[in-house]
């Protein structure tokens, strides 16, 4: 399991990622694309209720970023026993995690949107999605644990046929939950809702049958009620802290990204919702590389061979690039065509495009952006990720207030706040990263 840095490993790890990434957007694609056909109003609300339901997973996020870390560090160690212990003390903290922002969001969202929300229509619309999707926390915890499992021991291919489960089955409910169709009652954004969960439910049910199937409960000794065990724990609260707290800022500053543009109308709120899903798509390569810069970056540190991340570095920067350039292009050439996937309105299409052209200059400066930050994270100088986090949220944010309420400027200009914070971040990065200030690490 000693991980190296050559371009098929590179691509046998990030590839069945990629495929994973791409079913499990499906996930939040569908929904948009099934309520732009529903209603107007369910759609500019569903995309302000999936940046409400990102930050209420910000301590699920940085605990499974802090579990993949230690998983890929002990790979390189070659400590295996130790895999199962740092798993199991990190479903306890999952669980404990979950079950706070699942009492959160029930009893107090409601209470903050109201005043947040110009619409009464779209605060409506929000709670009743986020009432019911809150229950998705708890098992997108357990398959987000699962995954940092699979990405720590460099075992990825199981992610494709989990994420195509749960793609297959949120489409189906939604098709027949959202529309009343099989026989079901219409149920607008709450069957929208009700597949979302679902699908984290049939995800997490095949995943633990994987585990079981496998021998890894046995040869992990994994999915045990182990005693709580404090040093464990601790440690992984210590190394997760800062990148739950980075993951609350990255989501946040998304929170407020929406909340400005629904400042603006329901109609400039739905197309924001659009272009986020096609944003969403274009960063799934993207993001499965940096997930592979992360782990991977670990396991070459535990194998006490540094001098290697560069060239991993540079290796996974020109497979993105391989990757996400015909997806560009082809976004380029016919953007009213992307747009056309989520709605037919002619007008909608029309005012999208301008922001669609300027997402694609950011996802040219995130791919390295990216690498470079996913790898200060593999590193686990998580207090750096966290302040780069918080200076890349304020750039980010204040770019887009003064576009949108100084300046009055147009929806596509708002959303040239993410090319500015790209721009930081890979600057952040890179600089902090030829630093060598994290080599003084040692988790």
């Not at 987000?144 to 994420?163: H, P, Q």
């Not at 400039?268 to 997930?291: K, W």
Request: aromatic share 12%.
């Amino acid at each position: 399991m000693s991980f190296q840095p050559s371009y098929k490993n590179i691509w046998g790890i990030s590839f069945p990622i990629i495929i994973a990434g791409i079913s499990e957007t499906v996930v939040d694609v569908t929904d948009t694309i099934f309520l732009a056909h529903y209603g107007i109003t369910e759609l500019a609300a569903v995309g302000l209720a999936a940046a409400i339901y990102g930050v209420a997973l910000f301590l699920t996020l940085g605990l499974v970023d802090g579990i993949q870390i230690v998983i890929a560090r002990r790979v390189g160690e070659r400590q295996f026993a130790a895999i199962g212990e740092v798993f199991n003390q990190g479903l306890y903290l999952l669980t404990l995690a979950a079950a706070a922002m699942i009492l959160l969001i029930i009893f107090a969202v409601p209470m903050i949107t109201v005043d947040l929300l110009a619409s009464e229509n779209i605060h409506k619309e929000v709670n009743a999605y986020l009432q019911i999707s809150a229950y998705a926390l708890l098992f997108q915890s357990f398959n987000l644990a699962y995954s940092a499992f699979y990405v720590g021991i460099s075992r990825t291919r199981v992610l494709i046929s989990a994420t195509a489960i749960l793609a297959a089955t949120n489409i189906v409910l939604d098709y027949a939950l959202i529309f009343g169709n099989l026989g079901f009652a219409e149920m607008g954004i709450e069957g929208a809702a009700i597949a979302s969960v679902s699908a984290e439910i049939a995800a997490f049910l095949f995943l633990t049958a994987d585990i079981i199937w496998r021998g890894y409960r046995r040869s992990y000794n994994m999915l045990r009620l182990t005693r709580w065990k404090n040093t464990i724990s601790k440690h992984l609260i210590e190394l997760s802290t800062p990148i739950s707290l980075e993951a609350l800022v990255e989501t946040l500053k998304w929170f407020l990204f929406f909340i400005i543009i629904e400042q603006l109308g329901e109609q400039e709120l739905g197309m924001a919702s659009i272009i986020f899903s096609c944003y969403a798509l274009l960063l799934i390569p993207i993001d499965s590389f940096s997930e592979t810069a992360c782990s991977m970056t670990s396991n070459l540190i535990g194998q006490q061979r540094v001098q290697n991340i560069s060239l991993l570095i540079r290796r996974i920067i020109i497979l993105s690039y391989a990757v996400v350039f015909p997806m560009l292009l082809l976004t380029l050439i016919f953007p009213e065509y992307v747009i056309a996937i989520f709605t037919t309105d002619t007008e909608m299409v029309t005012g999208s495009i301008g922001s669609l052209s300027v997402i694609t200059l950011a996802i040219l400066i995130a791919v390295p952006g990216e690498i470079y930050y996913s790898t200060i994270v593999g590193t686990g100088d998580t207090r750096a990720v966290l302040t780069m986090q918080i200076i890349i949220t304020i750039f980010t944010l204040l770019f887009a207030y003064i576009a949108a309420f100084v300046l009055a400027l147009g929806l596509e200009y708002i959303w040239l706040a993410e090319v500015l914070g790209w721009l930081v971040c890979l600057l952040l990065s890179w600089l902090w990263f030829r630093s060598g200030i994290w080599k003084r690490l040692n988790i």
